[in-house]
């Protein structure tokens, strides 16, 4: 857990509708690389925890033969089960609102368990204990992550970039310099230092991948609206009464940036750590 934060209910309130349009996708090539290193063969289960609308079990529903995802958002467990039913693996699919703290649920053994940019939230050192005894022997823990890294210049692309940095200025200007979630603030960001939490918990690794990304993506005034609501930090109700101003200051930001409400950038590398539980 964040030191000094506790986690509350509303961290992502409201985002869920935003998150599918306004999150960059992982680099193709992400379910390819994971079928081979874990040696997927459309068998076993897999837990994706803190799974948000889906992202990461949907992508790869097809290596496995049932996916649970497990979040404590409502918001985001009904936007996966409708991804679930778009994609045709309702079937397959189960979706339970639970925090990772109340692991294991009743949930059984799994083959794989995913945490895609979701760990950080959780009590690691407990979280990371549980899933280890809910894995088979020989399972797998994947930590899936954009590449941090990696610097993604937009030169040479069609349109303005992003204007991130204008963007969480404004949020600040709002919501103040310190960083909100939920109810709280995290003065120093997010911890790191994943690889610590993981061995202490008794895995062994990790195997490391890049998926490469760098496909030129075209993202509109909207895509950047949706990105914006869908963090954490400047999720939809921490704006209060004042939500509809800056969403109009967003706007009007973006149309400076861009008058055709067109943008451009390159698609992010994805960064895969493989864990394992001995046999």
């Not at 992202?55 to 467990?77: S, Y």
């Not at 204007?163 to 960083?179: C, F, I, N, S, T």
């Amino acid at each position: 857990m964040v030191a000094g934060w506790e986690w509350d209910e509303t961290l992502f309130s409201g985002t869920a509708a935003y998150y599918a349009r306004g999150r960059l996708p992982y680099a193709p090539g992400l379910a390819d690389v994971l079928a081979e290193a874990l040696q997927l063969d459309g068998q076993g289960r897999l837990l994706d925890v803190g799974c948000g609308p889906g992202t990461i079990a949907l992508t790869l529903a097809d290596l496995f033969a049932e996916i649970v995802g497990v979040d404590p958002d409502g918001g985001m467990i009904a936007e996966a089960g409708r991804g679930a039913t778009e994609a045709g693996v309702a079937g397959k699919a189960k979706w339970v609102k639970a925090r990772a703290e109340d692991l294991p649920a009743g949930l059984g053994p799994f083959t794989v368990a995913a945490f895609a940019q979701s760990f950080h939230w959780m009590d690691r050192d407990l979280v990371a204990a549980t899933v280890r005894e809910m894995l088979v022997p020989g399972g797998a823990l994947v930590h899936v992550s954009d590449l941090k890294t990696e610097v993604r210049s937009s030169e040479g692309l069609p349109h303005p970039a992003v204007p991130y940095a204008a963007m969480e200025d404004l949020v600040k200007h709002y919501l103040g310099p310190v960083r909100r979630a939920g109810q709280g603030v995290l003065p120093q960001g997010t911890p790191g230092g994943e690889s610590a939490i993981y061995a202490r918990a008794g895995f062994t690794g990790p195997q490391r991948h890049v998926v490469p990304g760098g496909r030129p993506l075209e993202r509109t005034c909207e895509d950047a609206v949706a990105w914006m609501f869908s963090m954490s930090y400047s999720a939809p109700h921490l704006f209060g009464p004042r939500r509809d101003e800056f969403e109009a200051d967003l706007r009007r930001l973006l149309r400076d940036a861009s008058p055709s409400g067109r943008f451009s950038e390159r698609q992010p590398s994805t960064e895969v750590f493989i864990w394992w539980k001995a046999r």
